[in-house]
């Protein structure tokens, strides 16, 4: 493994140029740990890894995150005084020690950088330019390794078989809440290491609204019933939704709910290396209009997933990326009919040399087993 981080980070350092960077700032834990191997969550705290053109990298930490065996680095390769670790306490001004160290020219910062740092290294440093460099890590993590593929397909099994064990606990009078709760405690009995995100549990009306927290809502007889959930297996994200009915649907939920799964059965089966991310988007969408539901779809067809449940990349009308071997994204098609249901089915995909191979095998059928 450690062979792994030493070419990912040496892919980000030589990355720099292509985007016009003479340096890059890493903030974000996520791309920290996949460069890196080392989880850190340094909440309001700076803690950093710095690349340069030609320079070997260095961390900026505060002393609350002791350093693990140089946290990816090579204590020995730093040279010409530049430390491959500078660390300071709480009180001390990290900034002011790292401004030294930037070479002048256009600085990348992550995305989700604090505001207030940048700020303050901008009245430090009113010579440096600073841009977006966020790309040069999310390309890298785009593409995953077989150790990646195996995580995922593993916490997509885990949500499957959860799946199927949460089925006989749906029964009218249970809640939302309690439906939640009863999957978090299936995750850990199958060795997952909890949500991957907040589960998303809607009966009846609630399934209109795509983003639905579960509540206190009891199950009644003939309802609606959507789950999007996920669980996270060695630290990689699974995601899933099914939609399905308690009693019997109306002719309008059966219509609705064959279109959904058709308009991502037909998308899935467009995945292959080279097709435009963008025209997978057009094919769903386009199924769902021709079935009379089109203005009712009314978000991006999926995301990129892995460390986090959503990473940066979207199959949507506006992405400009190209399918390649070892993406994983969402393919999820849903009808949101305000006040009464919603339907969405989403899988997880992952891009072969020859197509796709689907990671969610849990039924799609709108009655519940």
Not at 68 to 79: N, Q
Request: charged share 25%; proline share 7%; net charge negative.
């Amino acid at each position: 493994m450690l062979d792994i981080y030493k070419r990912r980070m040496a892919a980000a350092g030589a990355g720099l140029e292509a985007l016009g960077l003479d340096s890059l700032i890493v903030s974000e834990p996520a791309a920290l740990f996949y460069l890196t191997g080392e989880i850190i969550h340094p909440g309001e705290r700076l803690t950093v890894l710095v690349f340069r053109q030609k320079e070997p990298p260095f961390w900026l930490r505060n002393r609350l995150f002791p350093l693990k065996e140089g946290m990816g680095l090579s204590m020995e390769e730093a040279g010409g005084g530049r430390p491959a670790d500078i660390s300071f306490e709480d009180g001390e001004e990290g900034l002011a020690l790292l401004s030294p160290f930037l070479p002048k020219g256009t600085t990348g910062i992550d995305k989700t950088w604090p505001s207030h740092f940048l700020l303050s290294l901008m009245a430090l440093r009113p010579d440096l330019s600073f841009k977006n460099g966020s790309p040069l890590v999310d390309v890298l993590r785009a593409v995953k390794e077989p150790y990646e593929l195996a995580a995922t397909r593993k916490a997509s099994a885990i949500a499957d078989k959860a799946f199927a064990e949460l089925l006989p606990f749906i029964r009218p009078g249970v809640t939302e809440k309690e439906c939640a709760d009863r999957l978090l405690a299936i995750y850990k009995e199958e060795g997952a290491e909890g949500f991957s995100f907040p589960p998303i549990v809607s009966f009846g009306s609630h399934g209109a609204d795509p983003h639905h927290m579960p509540d206190d809502t009891k199950l009644s007889e003939n309802e609606t019933v959507l789950f999007d959930i996920g669980c996270r297996k060695n630290h990689y994200c699974s995601d899933m939704t099914r939609t399905f009915f308690t009693g019997t649907p109306t002719e309008e939920q059966k219509r609705v709910h064959t279109l959904v799964r058709e308009a991502g059965e037909l998308a899935e089966s467009l995945v292959r290396p080279g097709i435009p991310l963008a025209d997978l988007d057009r094919a769903a969408r386009e199924y769902i209009a021709k079935g009379g539901y089109g203005p009712f779809f009314t978000h991006r067809l999926g995301h990129f997933i892995g460390l986090k449940e959503h990473e940066e990349g979207e199959v949507s009308a506006s992405s400009p990326l190209i399918a390649k071997p070892g993406m994983i994204f969402s393919i999820e098609p849903g009808v949101y009919l305000e006040g009464r249901f919603g339907v969405r089915i989403e899988d997880l995909v992952l891009v072969t040399e020859e197509g796709c191979e689907v990671l969610n095998h849990a039924g799609r059928g709108w009655q519940i087993s």
